[in-house]
């Protein structure tokens, strides 16, 4: 009989994770998950999780108390481990009442993305059967420019509160795995998209993929600026999948992947494209201010360029599905 394998998600609703979720369960009968989140499951997530919910406990809690990891610790066996919990919406969160920067409207946010990462990483430390630790970074790390395709190893051009907090777990996740001998790995993400991805209030981006495809299925018109502007976009199924290949495989050669498309698109070929699922989609060119969809095509490099992804194609066989098949099945969803 197979062993039994159980994953433990925190961040476990939100649009990643709750791919990884699902993705996870998917892969094999005996495994279960543990999904931990601020909040309990809405339902929309409930219906997400239907096919598999007899194998998925959901635990609400904050990652930042000591005493909710005590509690996951005595009731769960935990094989694997994805550490996902995170406040996107740090920088928005800084405007005080006058409008005016100010960090104590951010200080929640902080403690959740470090002192919240430290919390998990002091749990993963005592867990004797934990086979893989993962942290979630991001692709802000790489700025506003950079290199193309943007590197695994070296480069990183940190500036604003987020990266900063991604980085410091990226860090923290690296000296865990050194000095207590964790099986631990960092992941960054390029722009995600995909079913689940709603306002939660932690999540502070609308992807372009979903502002084209939930309107040009509603037959509005789209209004945009700078057609030529670019990104890397990867579906969040796509990223589920990467990270269960990340947490099988039997051998990691390095200590931080990038999960992308590995390509950019302009917005005027996500245009086209949106354009040939949905033949009745209109759009038209507008000036930045007025525009629903304003991008800026001076960013072309760091966060918004392609990233490198052939650490993954390596260690594990993964690729992404193209852009076009990945969109179909965005629209089908939506």
């Known amino acids: 009989m197979a062993e039994e394998k159980t994953l433990l998600v925190t961040g476990a609703t939100g649009l990643v994770m709750s791919h990884l979720g699902k993705a996870w369960l998917e892969a094999a009968p005996n495994h279960y998950a543990v999904a931990v989140d601020l909040n309990p499951p809405d339902k929309v997530v409930e219906a997400f999780f239907h096919p598999v919910a007899e194998r998925l406990t959901f635990k609400c809690g904050d990652i930042r108390a000591p005493g909710l990891w005590q509690e996951i610790e005595n009731e769960f066996r935990v094989t694997h481990a994805v550490h996902g919990a995170t406040v996107t919406s740090i920088n928005r969160l800084t405007l005080g009442a006058d409008c005016e920067a100010d960090l104590t409207g951010a200080l929640p946010a902080l403690d959740t993305n470090m002192m919240g990462t430290a919390q998990a990483l002091a749990w993963a430390t005592r867990q004797k059967e934990l086979r893989r630790f993962i942290t979630i970074s991001s692709g802000s790390v790489y700025g506003e420019e950079g290199p193309s395709p943007l590197p695994e190893d070296g480069y990183v051009d940190i500036e604003g509160l987020y990266p900063i907090t991604k980085y410091l777990g990226e860090l923290l996740t690296r000296q865990c795995a050194a000095q207590f001998d964790l ?63 990340l947490l099988h495989a039997p051998q990691l ?48 490099g760091g966060r918004w360029g392609a990233y490198e992804i052939s650490r993954l194609k390596d260690d594990c066989g993964w690729q992404p599905r193209s852009l076009p098949e990945a969109f179909k099945a965005y629209l089908s969803w939506l």
Request: aromatic letters at 6%; one cysteine or more.
């Open 183 to 245: 099986n631990a790995v960092s992941v960054r993400l390029s722009g995600v998209y995909g079913p689940l991805d709603r306002d939660t209030g932690a999540r502070a981006v609308t992807p372009v993929p979903f502002t084209l495809l939930r309107n040009a299925l509603d037959d509005r018109e789209v209004s945009v600026s700078g057609l030529e502007a670019v990104g890397d976009y990867i579906h969040a199924g796509d990223v589920g999948e990467a990270l269960v290949a």
């Open 253 to 300: 050669r390095h200590d931080c992947y990038n999960i992308a498309q590995g390509e950019t698109w302009t917005l005027r070929q996500l245009l086209e494209l949106t354009g040939e699922l949905v033949p009745n989609f209109r759009w038209r060119d507008a000036e930045t201010g007025s525009a629903m969809l304003p991008c800026d095509p001076s960013l072309t």
